[in-house]
């Protein structure tokens, strides 16, 4: 017997020995912190606010009046700031607390009860976490960005206490429900097996259907169809549409949880997508209008970013390059003849960019993910893509339908309270000094 064959027998001896703890084990497997996932989760988070503010704030600043640009910077701002604390009070609680409703998180992690530097959440792999207070904070990011989006449709003259209140009642009654329903194990439509790996209804559908609304309620600006409303600066807004693409791998990739080959996947989709949805974007407006322009390339960007939120982690890059270039000539329609039709004033294209967008996507997810076509396989009960087509289609018509009848009813509860439309002189003589007293420029 050689040293070789003699070492194998002491190996499987103490192998053997260690049968019964490595079968405790299996069956119940130590958590693991990955200092690589905590890092990614840590940047993704910062990723995340950097689209809100400045990227955001600058894409939208720049598409309004120079007499409201700051008016939109601090109707951004405070937005964020207000949703992060009422993220950490209640909003955690009301998404992922822990409860077993399929609407609701339920009161168990109210002010953030029982969260420690010890305590930790789930990853999409068995046995690895992550801090709680990372994915707390990851998740307060897209809470504080989504009604955020909604001052596209109501920019140049809400009245700024009505949006602070009706924006904390959104989140509570519309945002933590459908973030729960989404994204929680307990959730009605995670239940359902639809996909949505980075918020195309948490996020997307759900702000543009809630700024739609708005639109509708608040009604049109004056001298809309009038007078000369194109944006001040579109340096500004394409500077803030190259922030809101870069922090966008924050929003998507970090979906993902862990720095692994899925993130990656999310990460050059979110690349693709995009870039084919500006050069989508931008050839049907050069057909239709003879010239393809800096803002058609901007909208482009973003249609092509919300377009692949929800598949970014199940589509393969062909896949998501046939997304971005189907999804501008479906947003540049709404934006350009629907509006034109319906005269709504939705004034920088919440609804026809992120609402349409997200729609468009959510349920071409449920076709791009087929193995075939390069996805990473359905989901959904039955495993076909009817099944997953279903479920995409039902989670787009519950977040419609929640968002857009909830949001009717807190318009008119914030109205009742506070208004929320400035008077005719204040709107004329623009937000940044009635609202604000003081402006963007100085002569």
């Not at 209140?165 to 959104?170: D, E, Y």
């Not at 967008?357 to 396989?377: D, F, Q, R, W």
């Not at 787009?396 to 309270?417: A, D, E, H, N, R």
Request: with cysteine.
């Amino acid at each position: 017997m050689n040293k070789f064959t003699k070492l194998a027998g002491i190996a499987a001896l103490l192998a053997l020995a260690g049968l019964p703890a490595l079968a405790q084990d299996a069956a119940a497997p130590a958590e693991v912190i990955d200092k690589g996932d905590v890092a990614w989760m840590m940047t993704s988070s910062l990723l995340v606010l950097f689209m809100i503010i400045p990227g955001l704030a600058l894409f939208y600043g720049g598409l309004v009046r120079a007499k409201n640009m700051l008016s939109v910077l601090m109707q951004t701002t405070i937005i964020a700031s207000v949703v992060m604390i009422v993220w950490v009070l209640w909003g955690y609680s009301f998404a992922f607390g822990g409860g077993t409703s399929p609407f609701w998180g339920g009161l168990g992690k109210l002010f953030l009860a029982g969260v420690t530097m010890d305590s930790t959440a789930a990853t999409f792999t068995d046995g690895v976490v992550l801090p709680e207070y990372v994915f707390i904070a990851f998740q307060m990011t897209f809470a504080a960005i989504t009604p955020a989006l909604i001052v596209g449709a109501f920019a140049e003259r809400a009245k700024f206490t009505g949006i602070v209140l009706f924006v904390i009642l959104w989140v509570t009654f519309i945002y933590f429900p459908i973030a729960h329903m989404v994204w929680d194990g307990a959730g009605l439509i995670f239940n359902w097996g639809a996909i949505d790996f980075a918020g195309g209804t948490v996020v997307h559908i759900n702000a543009g259907i809630a700024g739609l609304m708005w639109a509708l309620v608040l009604g049109p600006r004056i001298g809309f169809g009038k007078e000369n409303m194109a944006p001040h600066s579109m340096t500004l807004t394409m500077a803030g549409a190259a922030m809101l693409w870069v922090g966008w791998f924050g929003f998507n990739a970090g979906s993902n949880l862990e720095a692994t080959s899925n993130a990656t996947l999310a990460m050059l989709n979110t690349f693709v997508a995009t870039a084919a949805a500006v050069v989508s974007w931008s050839l049907v407006e050069g057909l239709a209008r003879g010239k393809a322009s800096g803002l058609g390339a901007a909208s482009g960007m973003v249609a092509g970013l919300v377009a692949i939120t929800p598949a970014c982690g199940t589509t393969g890059p062909v896949g998501a390059i046939v997304l971005g270039l189907i999804v501008s000539p479906i947003c540049f329609f709404f934006v350009t003849t629907i509006k034109s039709k319906f005269k709504y004033d939705d004034s920088l294209d919440a609804f026809g960019v992120h609402g349409v967008g997200g729609i468009v996507g959510a349920i071409a997810t449920g076709v791009l993910c087929a193995p075939a076509l390069g996805g990473t396989g359905f989901v959904a009960e039955g495993g076909t893509m009817a099944a997953q087509l279903a479920a995409q289609i039902k989670a787009v018509l519950v977040t419609l339908v929640w968002s857009g009848v909830g949001t009717v009813v807190l318009i008119y509860i914030t109205k009742g309270i506070t208004g929320i439309r400035v008077t005719v002189d204040e709107e004329r003589q623009g937000l940044d000094l009635t609202s604000h007293g003081e402006t963007a420029y100085h002569s």
